[in-house]
């Protein structure tokens, strides 16, 4: 028992011995290496290594030590690179979304309603609110990210028919159109992101690429970095780092000098009303005043009207449902698209075949037209005119102000109710009475300029102006000389 006790009394003074020569051989370096073992274990082998760490304050920190390389790499990473933080949402809510360039190629305008978040200096277009609060995942990564570092916000009320619409202007070339018809949300909107761009430098290349290309460097170069400030690197590594540096620069300087030249590009281009007084882009057929249309055309009645009244009248007198019943609308838009770009149209052709197309594009004209055909002025005259309970002064005020109409108002409007006695006259076959047609009729052919308030109202009025002009059309259009 006495040498048991001596031995272990022993052991831990050649313990203690050990330790300070260690202490005294690693002191430059300041750490110390032992290994405990567990002497009430019977697997000894399983022992646990410790680093103690002596800090400038002279305490002592254990950290263990991996025992792989790359492991220690990756502990050391978690140290030079901070965590990525998630930026904190500002703003979030459904917008319609409508991307119209990419990378500064036109595309084709389709609104679709996105779940939008603002965050940072980025915002995200998701599909829905699920699909953001979905977790890291593929679907979640289909989300559109939008860079807001260089990026321009402006209203752009001539880009869309839409009321309240503004753009974005990426400093990649992308633009996007938000709307929503509630005017404080689009306004919130539109201040929010202004605020979160005018946060960020203007100068494209943001700090946050920088960390990027970081990130993506391997872990030697990371480590090298690390380290660099405990010892001097070789002077080859120094000059490949400057390498880098530089080559990094000019590259990023090459990319700012060209994105300056297409923001200047893209501010000096010439509006749409500019190049349309120039001659370089001419009105389209739909969507113009109609007055612009007939003085192109010399002309008081549209050529189109004319072609579409003459398809109906020659194979739709007598179809089921003539000019309620919708078209195609693919094919509708392909035969738009073709009259306003002043290719030859002949409707007898067979992609034409179906005639509710026909109808269809003549209803879509005269509801894009810029000004009603029974111009805005002239709206509240007509329907206090219907007012009247004297059918014979509801005929003779109406009539005055047909005969008061502007010359392609007028002869317009003779030629399409002219046209639509004819429907009427083959109700029997085609189950079109003057009811029917001033339905619908009146809302594509006579509206108010501010429709908010009585738009219910409205409505019943326009269709009976339509279908009292049906009824009485010989009476309002005859004798106009006299």
């Not at 992308?174 to 100068?203: C, G, M, T, V, Y």
Request: net charge positive; with cysteine.
């Amino acid at each position: 028992m006495e040498k048991r006790i001596s031995c272990s009394v022993q052991t831990s003074t050649n313990c203690d011995n050990s330790l300070e020569t260690q202490n005294s051989a690693h002191q430059a370096t300041g750490v110390v290496q032992m290994r405990i073992k567990n002497a009430n274990s019977h697997h000894d082998r399983l022992s646990q290594t410790k680093s103690m760490i002596l800090t400038d304050a002279g305490k002592k920190v254990t950290e263990p030590i991996s025992r792989h390389r790359r492991n220690h790499s990756q502990h050391v990473l978690k140290d030079v690179i901070p965590p990525v933080e998630h930026p904190m949402v500002e703003k979030e809510g459904y917008l319609q979304k409508a991307k119209i360039a990419d990378g500064g190629k036109k595309l084709r305008k389709n609104w679709s309603t996105s779940w939008i978040v603002l965050s940072g200096q980025k915002i995200e277009f998701y599909k829905d609110s699920k699909q953001q609060a979905l977790p890291n995942t593929k679907a979640r990564h289909k989300a559109e990210s939008v860079d807001l570092c260089g990026a321009q916000i402006e209203w752009a009320k001539e880009k869309s028919s839409r009321k309240s619409v503004f753009q974005i202007t990426t400093a990649s070339g992308n633009e996007f159109l938000l709307q929503s018809d509630i005017d404080f949300i689009i306004l919130d909107w539109f201040h929010a992101i202004k605020n979160a761009i005018d946060r960020l430098p203007k100068n494209p290349s943001c700090p946050s690429l920088e960390l990027f290309s970081f990130q993506r460097s391997s872990s030697t170069e990371l480590l090298s970095h690390c380290h660099s400030h405990r010892k001097e690197e070789k002077p080859e590594n120094r000059k490949s780092f400057m390498f880098r540096l530089h080559h990094s620069a000019s590259d990023t300087s090459d990319k700012n000098r060209v994105k300056s030249r297409l923001k200047k590009f893209i501010s000096r281009r010439p509006s749409l009303k500019t190049l349309q007084e120039k001659g370089i882009i001419k009105d389209q057929t739909f969507g113009s005043h109609l007055h612009t249309v007939c003085e192109r055309e010399h002309s008081t009645v549209p050529w189109f009207v004319k072609q579409c009244i003459e398809a109906v009248e020659k194979r739709g007198l007598d179809v089921d449902g003539i000019y309620r019943v919708s078209g195609n609308l693919a094919t509708i838009q392909k035969l738009r698209f073709i009259v306003n770009q002043e290719e030859k149209l002949d409707l007898d052709d067979g992609q034409w075949e179906d005639i509710h197309v026909v109808t269809g594009a003549l209803k879509m004209f005269f509801r894009e037209l810029s000004e009603p055909l029974f111009p805005y002025s002239l709206f509240e005259r007509f329907v206090e005119a219907i007012k009247k309970q004297d059918s014979n002064a509801r005929i003779e005020t109406i009539k005055s102000l047909v005969k008061n109409l502007p010359p392609p108002n007028h002869d317009t409007m003779k030629v399409l109710f002219g046209h639509l006695t004819k429907i009427v006259a083959k109700a029997s076959q085609n189950l079109m009475s003057t009811q029917s047609l001033g339905i619908v009729f009146g809302p594509t052919l006579l509206r108010a300029e501010n429709e908010s308030g009585n738009m219910a109202i409205h409505m019943v009025y326009q269709n009976q102006i339509a279908e009292f002009m049906l009824n009485e059309y010989d009476k309002i259009f005859s004798s106009e000389e006299d």
